[in-house]
Structures are given as structure tokens and as C-alpha cells.
């Protein structure tokens, strides 16, 4: 989040407001493309490396590893070449630096799902730091000589691979090229993954397509503001990623042990944690709207804040109940069923998209992903009552002892640290 955020104050307080809204195109197809690697590899590998012993525990690290660097390959050349063909005179610069971020991002994101599966929290945040100081070192040469653009991609590039390293120490990748692997096991992830890359290229797509839609209809200026509102509503979903990133591997415990009533309090105890938190940060996000963007951005950019107000209730009340809905139903083996759901909520989403952009304008672009999120929440409601008897009345319910719970453990970390000093 803080490099997401630090890159679009960056490029705001640097860059012309059409770079602005080129830059944010960029990094929407980043994203995209990502997200429809990730689909494969992320929750296939969480899944596959659940209790699995060493060898076979390698085995897996090593099928998954160069699926991804596969994967990444093919599309990064997708990217250059269309770089390379100059069809948006705009973006083709950007383009074809993109392998340069691109691929040392993928090999980080592939260690980072390895040491989520083990639960290593210390690790990634170790490697997280490592990131940052590269970053931090880097933004303030681009900064000081007045760098392009496209040389933010090459200083993202190297902050990534400074955070593969690190994470690579740990994980030991002399077993992870010693280790033997089997066609069937590429078969099998990649059958497991393949309901992931439709979901996470249709929802993706989905959240996503807005961007498009203001860069082909409207202007970059407005699709920068747009990107703007974006990174800020990402803010709001820091404790859901945290969270998120536990309750997967943890839900997957429990389904293989067929505690099916413990998976129902993980989900509603998880999302009235996440309820919790989100309450006091949308207050705050929503009365300091303007005055953020001012800040950060510039008053250039203030017709940004209306669609932030949007987008943060729009997350804050439905994200925590999708995300881990999405965790519940791969952990019990439905796949099918969590692509059923991004499919049929993303082709609503671009439908009313497209509608509302041309129609409505900017604030179309906002207001589509709302409605859509109203269906989607109604709709996997029911499908958790059905399938584990999970009920959204009871995580509301339960947001006061989410308050009363995150109290008492910080008044007995403060006690134990009391304890400590004498």
C-alpha cells in the first residue's frame, strides 16, 4: 500500500496531469496482469503445500515456480510487443520497460505466497522493509535529477528483486532445484489454478475497467483522477489483505480436518474483525476526503475527492464479506463455485460500467461497482447460509466484541511489556 500510495503522490507532484492518468493506465494493466498469474499460482500452491511433507513440500515449490516464471514470461512479451507496435502512443514507452518491473515482481510475489503458507509474518515483513529502503533511496535520486517516468519502473524493478532475495534466503532454493516433480503434479495445479486465473481475470478486469473506460471515452486527466481515488480507497484495505492473507491458510486447516463449525466462526469472527476496523478509518477517510488529496496530490486533483467517498463505503462494507468468501469456499475444494460468482458479478459490473461512463460520466465509473457489490453481497449470503451456515447478521452483531477483544489484548501487551521493563 505505501509503495502504491508513494508512487501516485510521486507522480501527481512531478509529473503532468496526462502522465498522470498514463501512469495509471499502467499500472491497471500491471495490476491485471498480476492478478491473472496469481490466479493460478496463489491459491493453488497455498492449497497444494497444506501439510505436505519435505520432499514432496519442494516438489511443489518447484512446479509452482516455474509455472510462474512461465506464466510471466508469456505475458510480459504480450506487453512489450504491443509496446513495441505503438499502439497507444501514450503508453508505449511505458510498455516496453515493463518486463524490467514485471518479472523480478513476479519471483517476489511467488516467495511471498510461500512464507504466507507457513504463516512467516516476521519474514515478509522483513522483506516488505527491504523493498522500501530501496524504493525510498531510489525516489529521492528521481527526485533530486528529475528522472522520466519510465525510470520509476526500473527503480520498482530493483526494489522487487531486493525483496526476492531476502525472501529467497529463507525458503533455500538449492532444494527447491534438487527436488523432483511429475507431470501430473503441473496437471493438477494447474487444473486447481485454472478457476483462479478465470476469476481473477474477470474480477480483476472488473474493478478495473473503469480505467479503460475513462481512457477511451473521457480523458487521462480524468482517468488520473480516477487512479487517485483508487490508491486512497486501497488505504482501507490494508487490514483486509493482513487479514485475508491468514484466514486462507488457516481455513484450509480446518477443511482438512472437516471442522466445518470452525471455519464458520473463522469467517464471522475475521469479517466483524475487518467490520471493526474499517468503521473509524471510513469516518476518517470520508471527513478528511478533500483535505487528503490536497495534501498529498494538490488542488489539481480535488475533484477526485467524490469519488473517493464513493469507493471507500463501497469497499469498507462489502470487501471483508468477499474476500473471505472467496478463502471459505477454495478451502473446502469449491473453486467452481467462488468463479461462479467473480464471473457473473464482473460481467454486471462492465455492463453497468460501460452504461453508466457514457451516460453519467466520471461518476459512473464509481457508482456501477457499488450496485454490482449490493448483488454480489445478497447473493454469496446465501450461498454461505447453504453451505456452512454462516450468517452475516451475526458478524454485524459481533463488531462490539471484535472492540472488547482487540482491548483486552492490547492491555495485556501493555501489561506484559510492564512486566518486562521491571
Sequence with gaps: MIIGMGTIILVTRVYSPVEVGAWTVFTTVFFLVTKLREGVIQTALIKFLSGQEKDKYYSVLKASFFTNITIETVLSSLVFLIGYLDYFKELSLLFLFYPLYSMPWAIYRWQLFVHQSKLRVEVIFKINVAILVVLLVGFSMLLFWKWQITDMIVILGFGAMSGSIVGLKVINPKLILIAKTTPE?????????????????????????????????????????LGIAQRFTQLILIPNAAIQTLVFPKACELSSRDRKDELKVLYESSVAM???????????????????????????????APLLVIMIITVALYSPFGNAFGSVINAIGKPEM????????????????????LTVGLYGAVLAPFIT?????????????????ISFERCFRQIPNSYATLFSAIKKKLRQQGVESI
Excluded at 477517510?285 to 488542488?299: E, Q, R, T, W, Y
Excluded at 449490493?374 to 447473493?379: C, D, K, L, S
Aim: glycine share 8%.
Design 185 to 225: 503434479l503441473y496437471k493438477d495445479m494447474l487444473s486447481y489454478g485454472k478457476f483462479g486465473m478465470l476469476r481473477e481475470l474477470t474480477g480483476t478486469l472488473s474493478t478495473r475497467i473503469n480505467v479503460f473506460l475513462t481512457a477511451g471515452f473521457l480523458t487521462l486527466s480524468q482517468t488520473g483522477l
Design 274 to 304: 475487518l467490520l471493526a476496523m474499517f468503521l473509524p478509518l471510513v469516518v476518517l477517510m470520508v471527513i478528511s476526503a478533500h483535505s487528503l488529496i490536497l495534501m498529498f496530490n494538490g488542488k489539481d486533483y480535488l475533484d477526485a
Design 338 to 357: 467462488n468463479m461462479k460468482v467473480v464471473v457473473v458479478n464482473s460481467i454486471i459490473n462492465i455492463c453497468l460500467s460501460f452504461s453508466l461512463v
Design 373 to 389: 457489490e449490493t448483488f454480489g453481497f445478497i447473493w454469496i449470503s446465501k450461498i454461505l447460509k447453504r453451505e456452512l451456515g
